[in-house]
């Protein structure tokens, strides 16, 4: 197990849910556990831990599975979905932009609650909205179903009758995204404070279906390397090849079923304004596919015409640029060339790699030893025929690089990057809270003044009950902050793209 991510799912857990869920999250990480064992090793309460683990099941943070004899249930804790926490802010801000301020609301109701049935996410949706008119309860039910027509909500596997729903699932997995029945009356009877004794969707829940979401993000890395390597025009082009696999192939295959041009051609022509793409649209697909990153590919077995997107080929290709990137950034464009070189020859003797990236000796041996002892790059010996013995003289050294576990070095990187700035933004919040609380404070006051319709001398007196000085903390505090969150999305977007490579890897073919 991963220490870093451990650290990092503990400080997320204590961030999000407190220090008892945090107590059980560290208790997990380390392997499957019994109730018995948590209040034991926890020293907390049965009534305790029982809580902490309620919340850890409602988000899926961890699963149980029963013994034998259903006299006990042991619990295990999901780091991966731990993970996900952090692009809460991504999922909103994309319904935002995508499907509007309703459809983000929605989102982030479920998010916050984890599971919850339709009727009572709808009446929370509203109460959290501008209006909470009758027409504003269908319009937030309306939008429901449509999230659900878009996978983005899925049935949550819970209750009573779940061992029935499984079994039913596993025969027909549209039924997960089947509509609930609701009753606008009873939604408007919830806003209204009246008490309900049941609802028609009673016992139906719900909860986000990230993969739906990670889809989308996917698909954005992809258009946005093209875009990057091309233009836009080659970008919008590879948005309706991957909409035509998603009418013939699983959206997570390693590889699509063929393709046909004249398929894609009409995806062009039906949807797409852009003139100039739609005439030269055979010139961009085969300038994607002799890009070096190997996204398309033309189906061999066909006479001509029909293409494959290559989803694993693709995530191989753009870890390496990841890889490069870093470390062109850490030791410097000569490094990011020795490794390069050892990448494209496979297995390479130092005097070699000194002639292939034409770097003078000395320094073409700090810098390889530098990335051997910072694990990017590897040694194989090989005993050379007829000798004996182990000395450096006796064998081959061969220099090499092994993309997955430069993957996992990275990964833990990130790991211990997040730990990091999620503490010291933590850190920097708890040491100044006095100043933030004040500080927001005086802005609801003035605001309040503003619509008193208050002179603006009154409102200048009020504001400087905060002194020079503790602006200019509460400033460096806030810029401190900002920047460690922006730093925060850019390691989650790569950590992201290095586990859909795992992914890939993994997938069997």
């Known amino acids: ?161 779940a061992e029935e729903l499984a079994e039913a699932v596993s025969n027909n997995a549209s039924l997960l995204f089947q509509r609930p029945e609701i009753d606008v009356q009873e939604l408007v009877a919830l806003q209204e404070g009246k008490n309900l004794p049941s609802t028609k969707d009673a016992g139906i829940y719900w909860h986000v279906n990230y993969e739906k979401f990670h889809q989308h993000f996917r698909d954005a890395i992809l258009c946005q390397a093209i875009e990057r390597r091309v233009n836009s025009n080659a970008s919008e082009c590879v948005r309706y090849l991957l909409q035509s696999m998603y009418l013939r192939t699983d959206p997570w295959k390693s590889s699509s079923n063929p393709i046909p041009f004249g398929e894609i051609r009409s995806f062009c022509e039906k949807q797409s304004n852009n003139l100039e793409l739609i005439r030269y649209l055979e010139q961009y697909i085969a300038v994607i596919v002799d890009d070096p990153l190997m996204m398309l590919s033309k189906y061999s077995d066909a006479g001509g015409g029909q293409y494959v997107m290559q989803m694993k080929k693709v995530f191989e290709q753009l870890a390496w640029v990841c890889i490069e990137n870093t470390i062109m950034e850490k030791f410097g464009a000569k490094a990011a060339r020795i490794f390069r070189v050892v990448r494209m020859k496979k297995y390479i003797e130092q005097e070699d790699i000194q002639k292939e990236a034409m770097i003078p000796s000395k320094e073409a041996k700090q810098l390889t030893y530098k990335l051997l002892e910072e694990h990017f790059l590897q040694i194989h010996t090989i005993r050379k025929a007829g000798s004996s013995g182990t000395g450096p003289a006796k064998c081959f050294i061969l220099f090499y690089v092994n993309q997955t576990q430069i993957v996992m070095l990275l990964m833990e990187t990130c790991y211990k990057a997040l730990f990091n700035g999620i503490t010291r933004s933590n850190y920097d919040s708890s040491v100044n809270r006095r100043l933030i609380d004040k500080s927001q404070r005086l802005e609801s006051v003035v605001e309040a003044m503003k619509e008193r319709g208050e002179s603006e001398e009154y409102i200048m007196d009020i504001l400087e009950t905060l002194t020079p000085p503790e602006r200019e903390i509460l400033e460096k505090v806030k810029i401190r902050i900002k920047n460690l969150y922006s730093a925060e999305i850019g390691l989650d977007e790569t950590l992201f793209l290095f586990q859909m490579y795992q992914f890939y890897q993994a997938e069997k073919p």
Do not use: W
Not at 130 to 148: A, G, P
């Open 1 to 161: 197990m991963s220490i870093q991510l451990g650290n990092l799912c503990s400080v997320i857990l204590e961030q999000h849910f407190g220090a008892n869920v945090q107590k059980i999250g560290q208790e997990l990480y380390t392997g499957g556990k019994t109730l018995r064992g948590l209040m034991k090793t926890t020293m907390l309460s049965k009534n305790e831990v029982s809580q902490a683990l309620s919340v850890l099941l409602k988000f899926r943070l961890a699963t149980y599975e029963m013994s034998a004899n259903k006299a006990y249930a042991e619990y295990s804790l999901s780091s991966d979905q731990i993970l996900q926490i952090l692009r809460y802010p991504r999922y909103i801000y994309y319904m935002q932009s995508k499907y509007g301020h309703t459809a983000a609301l929605l989102v982030e109701e479920l998010l916050r609650a984890g599971c919850e049935t339709a009727s009572y996410l709808i009446s929370k949706s509203v109460q959290n909205s501008e209006s909470k008119e009758k027409n504003t309860v269908v319009e937030h039910r309306d939008k429901f179903f449509e999230l659900i027509q878009g996978n983005f909500f899925i049935r949550a596997i819970v209750g009573e009758k």
